[in-house]
C-alpha cells in the first residue's frame, strides 16, 4: 500500500528482474498455502472491500495528516488524492488474487519508493492496520445472509492476501534500503578511491543515519589528514629544497677547503723540509764556530806566546846593547893601549918598529871593532824599535783576537740559540704538519659524508616530490591537494 505516489513511477533502486520478483512472490504464496478456492473467496469479497476502502482510506489519510511524522510525506491535497487512487488501483489487484508480475513489479516500486523517501515500515503497517479495520469491518458486518463458512474462507484470503502485501512491500522496502545505501555507499567510495575526498552521501533512511554520517565525518576527517599531510609534505620539501642546496654550498664549499688545506699541508711539509734543513746548516755553522772559536783561541794563546818571545827578544837586544857598550869600552881601551904603545914604539926607534906596527894594526882593529860596535848599536837599535813596534802590533793583534774571541762567542750563543729555536719550529712544525695532515684527511672525510649527504638529501626530496605526486590525485575542498613543486 502506497502512502504517497503512484507504484507506476520509476524507482533507482529497481535492480531484480520480473521473473526472480514472481518467483519470489510464488514462494510467499506457496508457504502461506494460498489456493485457488482462497483467490476465488477474495474475488467472492471484492465488491464488499472497494465498498469500504474509500472510508477505510478517508479515515487513513486523516490520520497521516494529522501525524507529525507522517504529514511531512504530503504536500497538497492533490497529493493526497493522487495517493488515494493509486491505493485503490493496487487494492483492486489484490482483490482480484492476481499476484502475478504485474503485481510484483507494483509492489516492488511501491516499497522502494517508501525507501526512497525514508518512510519508516511501522508507519506502512500501522497504516494497514487502520485500513484493515474497516474492511474486516465490512466484510463481517454485511448485509444479507452469509454463511460463516465463506465468512471465514472470505476472511481468511483477505488476510492472507494482505499479510502477503504487507510482507513483500517491506520486504522490498528493506531490500530497496540496502540498494540504497549499498548504491550510495559504493559511488562515495567510488569517488573516494579516484581521489575525490570532496563528496558526501546524504539521504539514507534515518535508521542508517550513523552509517552516512560515518561516511561523511570518515570522508572529512581523511580530506583533513590528507591537507595537512599536503602542507606537511610541502614543508618537507621546502626545507629538504634548502637543506639540499646548504649541502651543495657546504660540498663545494668543503671540496675548496679540502683542496686548499691539500694546498697547505704541501707547503708545510716543504717549509717542514726547509726548516729541517736549516736546523741542519744551523748546527753544521755551530760546529764551525765552535771549531773556529778553538782555533781562534789557540791563536790568541799563540800571539801571548808571541808576545812573550817578542819581550824575551827585546830584552836580549838590552843585554846584547849592553854587551856592545863593553865592546866599544874595550875597543877604546884597545885604541888607547895601540896608540901608547904606537908613542912608546916610536920612542924605541928601529927596535920598536915592529912593535908599532902591531901598534897600529891593534889600533886599526880596535877602531874596526868601535865601528862595528856602532854598526851593531845601530842596528840593535833598529831591532830594538821594530821588536817594541812588532811587540804593540802583536798586543793590538792579541787584543783584537781577544775581540774576535768574544764576538766569536756571541755569535756561536747566537747560532746555538737560532739552531734551537730552528729544531723547536722544526718539531712544531711537525706537529702542524702531521695537525694539518689529519685536518686534511678529516676534510676529504667530511667532504665524502656531504657528498653523501647530499645524496640523502636528493632523495628526500625526490621521495617529497613523489609524495606531493600520490597525495595529489586527492581532491580536497574542490581542487587537488598535492602541491607541485620543482625537484
Not at 477505510?56 to 486523516?62: K, N, P, S, T
Not at 492533490?78 to 509492489?107: L, M
Not at 783584537?400 to 747560532?415: A, G, K, T, W, Y
Amino acid at each position: 500500500m502506497s502512502m504517497v505516489h503512484s507504484p507506476a513511477e520509476t524507482s533507482p533502486f529497481a535492480n531484480s528482474s520480473p521473473s526472480s520478483n514472481a518467483a519470489s512472490a510464488n514462494e510467499r504464496l506457496n508457504f502461506v498455502e494460498f489456493s485457488d478456492a482462497d483467490r476465488r473467496a477474495l474475488r467472492s469479497a471484492s465488491s464488499t472491500i472497494e465498498k469500504a476502502l474509500g472510508p477505510a482510506l478517508d479515515r487513513f489519510y486523516a490520520r497521516v495528516r494529522s501525524t507529525p511524522e507522517t504529514s511531512q510525506f504530503f504536500h497538497s491535497d492533490t497529493h493526497v488524492a493522487g495517493a488515494k487512487a493509486a491505493q485503490s488501483q493496487h487494492w483492486s489487484v489484490i482483490c482480484d488474487g492476481d499476484f502475478g508480475a504485474n503485481y510484483v513489479d507494483r509492489v516492488t516500486k511501491i516499497g522502494r519508493r517508501h525507501a526512497a523517501i525514508g518512510l519508516e515500515p511501522r508507519w506502512y503497517i500501522g497504516g494497514y492496520s487502520l485500513i484493515t479495520d474497516n474492511l474486516i469491518e465490512a466484510l463481517v458486518n454485511r448485509k444479507g445472509f452469509i454463511s460463516k463458512k465463506r465468512m471465514a474462507s472470505e476472511i481468511k484470503a483477505f488476510i492472507k492476501a494482505l499479510l502477503i502485501d504487507i510482507d513483500f512491500a517491506v520486504s522490498t522496502y528493506q531490500d530497496a534500503s540496502d540498494d540504497e545505501i549499498i548504491g550510495k555507499l559504493g559511488v562515495g567510495l567510488s569517488r573516494m578511491a579516484s581521489g575525490d575526498l570532496t563528496h558526501r552521501i546524504g539521504g539514507i533512511a534515518s535508521r542508517f543515519g550513523k552509517l552516512q554520517d560515518d561516511y561523511n565525518n570518515a570522508a572529512a576527517h581523511l580530506s583533513d589528514t590528507i591537507q595537512q599531510v599536503s602542507r606537511s609534505v610541502a614543508a618537507i620539501h621546502m626545507g629538504s629544497s634548502e637543506i639540499r642546496a646548504a649541502a651543495d654550498d657546504l660540498a663545494q664549499r668543503t671540496e675548496r677547503q679540502a683542496a686548499s688545506l691539500e694546498q697547505t699541508a704541501a707547503a708545510t711539509n716543504q717549509v717542514t723540509s726547509t726548516m729541517e734543513a736549516s736546523a741542519q746548516r744551523a748546527n753544521k755553522a755551530t760546529t764551525t764556530i765552535d771549531e773556529t772559536y778553538r782555533e781562534a783561541s789557540e791563536g790568541s794563546a799563540v800571539v801571548a806566546r808571541t808576545v812573550e818571545a817578542m819581550g824575551e827578544i827585546d830584552r836580549s837586544s838590552q843585554e846584547i846593547a849592553n854587551i856592545i857598550n863593553v865592546i866599544d869600552g874595550i875597543a877604546l881601551q884597545t885604541n888607547l893601549l895601540a896608540l901608547n904603545a904606537g908613542v912608546e914604539a916610536a920612542r924605541a926607534g928601529d927596535a920598536g918598529r915592529g912593535f908599532a906596527v902591531v901598534a897600529s894594526e891593534v889600533r886599526a882593529l880596535a877602531q874596526r871593532a868601535g865601528e862595528a860596535s856602532n854598526d851593531i848599536r845601530a842596528l840593535i837599535s833598529a831591532s830594538s824599535s821594530k821588536v817594541t813596534e812588532g811587540v804593540s802590533l802583536v798586543g793590538e793583534a792579541g787584543a783584537v783576537l781577544n775581540h774576535v774571541l768574544v764576538n766569536f762567542q756571541q755569535i756561536s750563543d747566537m747560532v746555538g740559540l737560532i739552531a734551537r729555536s730552528a729544531e723547536s719550529q722544526s718539531v712544531n712544525l711537525q706537529q702542524v704538519n702531521g695537525a694539518v695532515s689529519d685536518m686534511d684527511r678529516m676534510t676529504q672525510q667530511n667532504a665524502a659524508m656531504v657528498e653523501q649527504s647530499t645524496a640523502a638529501t636528493r632523495s628526500l626530496a625526490d621521495e617529497a616530490n613523489h609524495l606531493s605526486q600520490v597525495i595529489g590525485r586527492f581532491k580536497t575542498d574542490g581542487k587537488p591537494s598535492g602541491l607541485r613543486v620543482a625537484a
